[in-house]
């Protein structure tokens, strides 16, 4: 058994959909992050459930892993093939199969990308609210467990998946949930497929909740003295239960990169960027109701953003902060973490990192979607430094230590891959070791993303 054996069997199945060039090969080995490049030995372009099953059951019989693939955005290192193998990559599958009005659900392939969803639905009435930021598939942002912007309101991928249909290691294609809103029918496979990251299997297809498009939707962004100020002011504002669409931070090194990137006009101070979704008159009483919490909390400056325009100027400014603040150093080494912490230790952990960032002497912007208790930082250690890339991997752990400590988690969003696995047995205990357990059972072989998530496929 070998890989070799496994590509020459998948080229008589695909043809030139598989493909071993280099550039293919070099681009599917590669993240948004700071992990090593690590190509596969070939790229699969399957474009049905059937093929996708038969290229994992020629894998399995010659012991060659399998990796998903969809947009590769994700900062983990999630979709690298570090032991080799076929990558499989979704970008032919990737049509809406049915929207169920009725229902409010829609049918779609895992390559399709939530803006491509969205733009189908428009004369629907109806939308998908998961916004991670990048525009990902949704595949991978089922298995990555996604959630983003407008999780404050609408939820993770979590809520918004009703089912799959998936290929397990062996071949096998199972599907999990229904349609109906609810079920008591036995183990959730679904939940435990989202967030699996491509170690149980490959997600060919999904049902997913939809939502009714917003009468009226009202944007605005407003700068605060400090960044405890602002981060009150979230707290505030999810204790009194205003149902915002989006609640956004940004700190004040943010603002300066949005600046210099898009000439955003915006004050060298924290701000927060802030969306209501509902009838005319109820957005605008949670816009009012909104705006004394920030008189009060010290915060001014605000401009509102009505018109579509300029609601989606304001969002592809938040959407591009990765890059934005990228050009704050363009040649450093990036080191992009997240956690996730309650929402009443929200500015205790905020303001520590922050300290703790500025006592490093390295650029590390704070922002994120904080009205989940979520939050990110781009750590920007000077390429080449050995000093400074150590410092940073220290400054990443320990807020991953931190978020533990006040009894939230490592990550809320970006997901494990093999960058974060150090820091699951702290999580997780006894439980990571279950983890593995199922992992033995449904791919005794190890094949389906090797050297993630999980502690038997470290």
């Not at 994700?74 to 032919?92: I, N, P």
């Not at 679904?190 to 049902?207: K, N, P, Q, R, Y």
Request: hydrophobic share 40%; proline share 5%; with cysteine.
């Amino acid at each position: 058994m070998s890989v070799a054996e496994a590509v020459t069997e998948l080229s008589r199945l695909l043809g030139d959909r598989l493909s071993q060039s280099k550039s293919d090969r070099d681009t599917h080995g590669q993240c948004e992050s700071h992990f090593d490049p690590a190509p596969p030995d070939a790229v699969a372009y399957p474009e049905s459930t059937e093929e996708v099953a038969e290229i994992v059951r020629i894998c399995a019989a010659h012991g060659a892993p399998v990796v998903g693939w969809g947009t590769g955005t994700s900062l983990e290192g999630h979709a690298l093939a570090v032991r080799g193998g076929v990558t499989v990559d979704f970008a032919r599958m990737n049509r809406v199969l049915e929207v169920a009005d009725e229902d409010m659900l829609a049918v779609v392939q895992p390559g399709l990308t939530r803006e491509d969803l969205n733009t189908d639905l428009r004369a629907t009435g109806l939308f998908f609210p998961v916004d991670p930021g990048a525009n990902a598939s949704l595949g991978g942002m089922a298995a990555t467990r996604a959630s983003g912007t407008t999780a404050v309101r609408y939820g993770t991928m979590r809520h918004n998946v009703l089912g799959l249909e998936a290929v397990l290691a062996d071949g096998r294609v199972i599907r999990t949930g229904s349609r109906a809103p609810k079920s008591s029918a036995g183990y959730d496979l679904t939940a435990l497929f989202l967030g699996s990251e491509g170690t149980l299997g490959l997600i060919t297809e999904l049902t997913l909740r939809l939502h009714g498009q917003p009468e009226a939707v009202s944007a605005a962004v407003c700068a605060f003295p400090d960044m405890g100020s602002a981060v009150e002011a979230v707290i505030t504002t999810i204790q009194s239960g205003i149902p915002m669409a989006r609640i956004e931070f940004v700190d004040a090194a943010s603002a300066a990169a949005f600046n210099a990137y898009a000439d955003a006009g915006m004050e060298e101070t924290p701000h927060l960027l802030v969306e209501f979704h509902g009838s005319p008159s109820g957005v605008a009483e949670q816009a009012e109701r909104f705006g004394e919490i920030v008189t009060d909390a010290g915060g001014s400056g605000f401009r509102w953003a009505s018109k579509p325009e300029d609601r989606a100027a304001l969002w592809k400014l938040r959407h591009n902060a990765y890059f934005a603040c990228r050009a704050i150093r363009p040649d450093a080494w990036g080191i992009t973490t997240d956690v996730c912490v309650p929402i009443s230790k929200l500015a205790e952990a905020v303001e520590e990192t922050a300290a703790d960032i500025g006592q490093s002497g390295i650029p590390g912007p704070i922002l994120g979607h904080v009205g989940d208790g979520n939050f990110h930082s781009l750590l920007l250690p000077e390429a080449g430094n050995k000093a400074e890339w150590a410092e940073a991997k220290a400054l990443a752990g320990r807020m991953a230590e931190r978020a533990l400590r006040l009894g939230g988690t490592v990550t809320g969003e970006h997901g494990i891959g093999m960058g974060k696995t150090a820091y699951m047995d702290a999580e997780h205990g006894e439980g990571w070791q279950v983890m593995g357990a199922i992992k033995r059972a449904l791919d005794p072989e190890g094949l389906m993303n090797p050297g993630k998530l999980v502690p038997a496929n470290r």
